[in-house]
């Protein structure tokens, strides 16, 4: 039961919160999403049942994701947020204060870092722990990161891309852009409106990017009916999209987020880049299934990349991992009460 298992790992990220108990796995995985109503400045929903509302509230009620970009934009909802994913894990019963590990984008600032800790304490955790989501992906993703050897880890998640080369239990050089999944969901909307006159919701331009998009121009293209509200008549009307014209519409966001793989690539020693360039690059988090990702990135950079198993999970398994031998990744794990 509950007694034993104080200790949660959150991955918290811009558009899906995952949970972590050790001994039981991944037993939890939402969107970050919470409705609040205006008037009474009350929490209605969260996660799932929120993420439903998105796009179809009334004016009394907003849907929306206090995370931007991978750190925290509104500070009360967050704490709410965790506050439920953290009692939906540990069961209505539990009377321990857990200890909680989360992970963090690894461009954070020292001021972002603590406002997770203390959102995190605030919403009852006994302990705070923080990790830079690169490690935690490496580590989730079976990688030995405390070898001697480089290992190249480009987590894209919903707000950030993080990419970071890995040795001796440490980052060696690393970056992170505010670019990923929600970027290409913008600018495929973005782009339906410039191209049909046709406005579609958030929902919309995800299922267009999961279903039909892809990192490189494909010969056998997939279509997709869209439907959304016309501009000019404003009724609601349909469209087709196809792969490739998709494709260069999000060419330029998919260049940032190859730019900064590259960037660290040039930053790398010498010696851990010939490491890469043996054991390539590993994609981690939900952005890096795109269709033919590890594709544009071999096209770009010259250096094979291989999509991890799981990618989505690859963080909060880490943190799973990382909980249950603290010791050993003590100079990675950042605490604080």
């Known amino acids: 039961m509950a007694i034993f298992s104080k200790k949660l790992g959150i991955d918290l990220g811009t558009v899906n919160?995952?949970?972590?108990?050790?001994?039981?796995g991944i037993v939890l995985n939402e969107p970050s999403v919470v409705a609040v109503s205006e008037q009474e400045n009350k929490i209605l929903a969260v996660g799932n049942d929120a993420k439903a509302m998105i796009g179809k509230t009334p004016d009394s009620i907003i849907a929306y994701r206090p995370l931007r970009d991978g750190v925290i934009a509104d500070y009360r909802v967050t704490e709410a947020m965790l506050r439920y994913f953290i009692n939906k894990a540990l069961g209505r019963f539990n009377i321990w204060k857990p200890d909680v590990l989360v992970s963090v984008p690894a461009g954070i600032t020292s001021t972002e870092r603590r406002a997770v800790i203390e959102a995190a304490i605030r919403a009852g955790a006994q302990n705070a722990y923080v990790v830079k989501e690169p490690i935690l992906a490496a580590i989730g993703a079976g990688i030995p990161i405390h070898e001697p050897a480089g290992h190249m880890i480009v987590d894209i998640g919903g707000g950030t891309t993080d990419v970071a080369v890995i040795s001796l239990g440490g980052i060696v050089a690393s970056?992170?852009?505010?670019?990923?999944?929600?970027?290409?969901?913008?600018?495929?909307?973005?782009?339906?409106?410039?191209?049909?006159?046709?406005a579609v919701g958030e929902k919309t331009s995800e299922e267009i990017k999961v279903k039909v998009c892809s990192a490189v121009p494909v010969e056998e293209e997939l279509s997709m009916t869209i439907?959304?509200?016309?501009?000019?008549?404003?009724?609601?009307?349909?469209?087709?999209?196809?792969?490739?014209?998709?494709?260069?519409a999000v060419m330029r966001d998919l260049r940032d987020m190859v730019k900064a793989i590259k960037d660290v690539l040039?930053?790398?020693?010498?010696?851990?880049?010939?490491?890469?360039?043996d054991r390539g690059i590993i994609m981690t988090g939900g952005t890096s299934q795109l269709r033919n990702f590890p594709e544009l990135v071999l096209r770009r950079t010259g250096v094979k990349a291989i999509l991890a198993k799981d990618p989505l999970f690859c963080v909060v398994r880490g943190t799973g991992i990382a909980l249950e031998h603290l010791d050993t990744y003590k100079k990675t794990v950042i605490s604080k009460r």
């Open 227 to 248: 439907k959304g509200r016309d501009f000019i008549t404003g009724l609601p009307r349909t469209a087709e999209v196809k792969t490739n014209e998709i494709v260069k």
């Open 266 to 277: 040039q930053e790398t020693p010498p010696e851990l880049a010939a490491d890469i360039i």
């Open 17 to 24: 919160t995952l949970v972590f108990l050790p001994g039981k």
């Open 175 to 198: 970056t992170s852009v505010k670019c990923g999944g929600d970027r290409l969901d913008a600018t495929i909307a973005d782009y339906i409106k410039k191209t049909f006159n046709l």
